[in-house]
């Protein structure tokens, strides 16, 4: 028995504020009194193209971040690729609490990706990659917190509570 999720930050409308810079950068190249001629853009190594293509590229790296969170009667598996490329693993024994919560990414953590709580709270972590409001919290024994978000919290909240009755296993409150 395990529920398994991953999650991928899309920023689809970064990229429609991105292009229309896009836009604007290069029809002030290539038409603002005439234009930059090739030797003009080759002498400064292109880079107004560099700079249209280059955002473009870092956020379509981003968005190849992925969260996997795998539940089962071990404890909580999870990774960030590319940066926690190292699966952790957090056992029922290491949990206090779990339980599912609501949250304001911007308002509470400052954003998406994997973010700290604002104000200095360095013990209270999140894994937001979605712009819902619910997610899996988890209160550790050593005063840590995590907070995952889901697309599926209505399944990992069933899957919980049979996990707990099935196991006797502190999964949810």
């Known amino acids: ?51 249209v293509l280059l955002p473009f590229a870092i956020i379509y790296l981003i968005q190849q971040n992925v969260l996997t969170l795998r539940i089962n009667e071990e404890g909580i598996f999870y990774r960030y690729f590319p940066f926690k490329a190292k699966l952790k693993h957090l056992k029922w024994d290491e949990i206090e609490k779990t339980y599912i919560t609501k949250y304001d990414a911007f308002g ?33 024994k050593n005063g840590k917190k995590l907070l995952f978000s889901s697309n599926r919290i209505d399944e990992m909240e069933m899957f919980l509570i049979n996990l707990k009755t099935r196991y006797t296993i502190q999964a949810i409150q």
């Open 108 to 140: 509470d953590y400052g954003g998406y990706g994997v973010k700290s709580r604002l104000w200095f709270k360095f013990n209270d972590k999140a894994y937001i990659l979605n712009d819902k409001n619910k997610g899996l919290q988890l209160e550790l």
């Open 1 to 51: 028995m395990e529920f398994e999720e991953k999650q991928h930050l899309k920023l689809w409308w970064l990229y429609l504020i991105i292009g229309m810079d896009a836009v604007i950068v290069l029809s002030v190249v290539l038409f603002d009194k005439g234009g930059m001629n090739f030797t003009a853009l080759k002498a400064v190594y292109f880079a107004p193209f560099w700079a």
